[in-house]
């Protein structure tokens, strides 16, 4: 086996081997491999394929046919139903109806034209680039350590003498058929050469069978990191050196909880966005480093670093340690910031834009820099945010190696908006999904690790939010939080072990929601218990807890929502799931229907309150939701039944009898009720009670 110190050889001789003689599943096992690695291509980035003889179903005849990753693919995740097939002989006749650099974008409709594949993907833009070049299989990748080199000014003179002239070079251009012709071009003028690297953009690799490929590129990418490595630090100290130390890791995670809402709340200006920290080392060292100030508003070089992190980072002007606790001054500190970038941003847009060109976009920062704390990522959706966080670390390590063995350089900010804007990137956008209703939404649903919470939790995801999960009972809890990864992945959902009558921990779960995804917009008191006893029975102590969880913890949670939501200053929405029995009185309920009285007048007055800072408290009546539910544990069950002059087992039939409707409530009917108030068709209502009850007419509240 090879070994490698800069990447990581993965290949496994049994598992290929049962793969032999199907060049197209090992198509898929190269790639998936190469895409488990971050430092060798990006999530989304780059492309592999290979060639292959087919019988043409229309003539019987053995055909050459390129599978490629198609439009939009990730090879790290690739599956065939991911892959364009196509007609190599027929892609290449294209070059006889192309008309020119000026007509590129025609070109990729005419691609369909050349479908082998009736279940194939739509073929991405870089098909020519794999089409013209005769090898079996090719990679084109976005090593950090090859792009490193691809950046750097001397670029070209560095790739040459590192690899004796055995990687060909090809300047900077947009990808599209005629970079696809330059690289046929490159491989005739330098017959035998094992690659191509692409300036400013990646790298090309081949062989004649899936394995030759795979080992090419990592011997190409190998070298390139272990040139850089031995140049870091030779002529100067990486990124010129430190200029400040970073916080503790604790003090960094302190300080980022504590800004994230205020950073959401201008990064979602235009529309709702999800954060994303990291304070990994990478980032700090370049944060930190004296030349930050000059790097950062070079932007990224790779275009699908520029495309996830836009055309430059915001640097924030804040102390490390500053002190963050007042939010009105820490805005004013930061507003001239995000101002001056939305001038530059649009600027940039004006002074490139094409008659052609779509409308500006979002204007404000994707990447944000705090030196001596980390780095926050603002997108549509935590994935898109996670990403973009991670190919701007891709993009600090290009920085790094294109400095250590030559001077960095980005692309020309015209070439960057001709990306930015391509009209088939356009396209591209337009055909993805409409946003869901909670798209860009944060949820803390408390007591949300079974039962009702669980349930609103998990259609609030359903909607397109990110939710954090919490309970009292950590096995529960972990539990809850493994079954939304597998069931919707693992950056819909983050967990915080609460006990709503704990300060503290109500304030670590805010913090733990600003750390995972920015802050938070919706906040569902639903954790509680019951208590049915006859006012004899009915102890000091029930008393209290039952208070002390429903009131009080309904109480602190909104006042510790209340700090997070009026910092980001855009909104948001309080739902407390109270009773029927706030509105109606029964046996044996003294203790339980008072508190939940006091649940409901507290979110009338919290609704009175809150509303000059648009946030909204409403509020849900379930009655008799039984289903999977911690109320009915602890002998209420027999405490109602008792009351009721029933058994525990005819209870649900004996709810449902006594409703005007004759149904069962379930938690996703409450579910359902929350998501009428939050999904974007009551925004214009606060203060409102909404009864699932099946209709019990003595709590209708007029």
Known sequence: MKEYKHVNYLWDEQKAAALAGDEVALLLYRSNLLGSDLRITNYGGGNTSCKTMDKDPLTGEEVEVMWIKGSGGDIGTLKKSGLAALYVERLRNLENVYRGIEHEDEMVELFNHCIFDLNSKAPSIDTPLHGFLPFKHIDHLHPDAAIAIAAAKDGKKITQELFNGTIGWVEWQKPGFDLGLQLRACLEENPGIRGIMLGSHGLFTWGDTAYESY?????????????????????????????????????????????????????????????HFTDDEKVLEYINSNDLERLAPLGTSCPDHFLRTKIQPLILNLDKDADLSDVEAVKKQLEPLFEDYRAMYTEYYETCKHPNSPAIRDRNPVIILFPGVGMFAFAKDKQTARVAAEFYINAINVMKGSEAVSEYTSLPRQEAFNIEYWLLEEAKLQ????????????????????????????????????????????????????????????????????????????????????????????????????????????????????????????????????????????????????????????????????????????????????????????????????????????????????????????????????????????????????????????????????????????????
């Open 215 to 275: 080992v090419n590129s990592l011997d190409v990418i190998e070298a390139c990191a272990e040139y850089l490595a031995q140049n870091f630090g030779k002529t100067r100290p990486v990124f010129g050196g430190q200029k400040i130390e970073s916080l503790p890791a604790d003090a960094r995670k302190e300080q980022a909880a504590q800004i994230a809402p205020i950073l959401r709340g201008f990064c979602s200006s235009e529309r709702h966005m999800i954060g």
């Open 431 to 702: 055909r993805m999904p409409k946003p869901k209703s909670l798209s860009g939404k944060i949820a803390l649903v408390t007591g949300s690790a079974g039962g009702i919470g669980k349930a609103i939790a998990k259609k609030f995801v359903q909607e397109g939010a990110v939710v954090v999960l919490n309970d009292l009972n950590a096995e529960r809890l972990a539990g809850a939080e493994q079954e939304f990864i597998e069931q919707f992945g693992k950056d819909s959902v983050s967990t915080a072990l609460l006990d709503v009558t704990n300060q503290e921990q109500i304030e670590e779960a805010f913090k733990k929601a600003a750390l995972a995804f920015g802050g938070v917009d919706i906040i569902v008191n639903n954790a509680g218990l019951s208590i049915s006893k006859s006012i004899e029975d009915h102890t000091q102590k029930d008393w209290d807890l039952l208070y002390d969880v429903l009131v009080k913890g309904q109480f602190l949670v909104t006042q510790g929502a209340t700090n997070v939501l009026k910092a980001q200053n855009i909104g948001g929405d309080v739902v407390n799931i109270v009773s029927k029995n706030a509105l109606v009185s029964g046996p044996n309920n003294a203790g339980y229907g008072s508190a939940k009285a006091a649940q409901l007048h507290l979110s009338r007055l919290n609704a009175a309150e809150l509303g000059a800072a648009r946030i909204r408290v409403n509020v849900v009546n379930p009655d008799a939701v039984i289903s999977d539910s911690n109320i009915w544990a602890g002998g209420w069950a027999e405490g109602r039944a008792k009351a009721y002059g029933i058994t525990v087992e005819e209870l649900p039939a004996y709810y449902a009898k006594r409703t005007l409707l004759n149904e069962i409530i379930l938690p996703d009917d409450i579910a359902n009720a929350c998501f009428a108030f939050v999904g974007g068709g009551l925004n214009k209502s606060t203060g409102n009670v909404l009864n699932v009850d099946g209709g019990v007419a003595m709590a209708f509240v007029r």
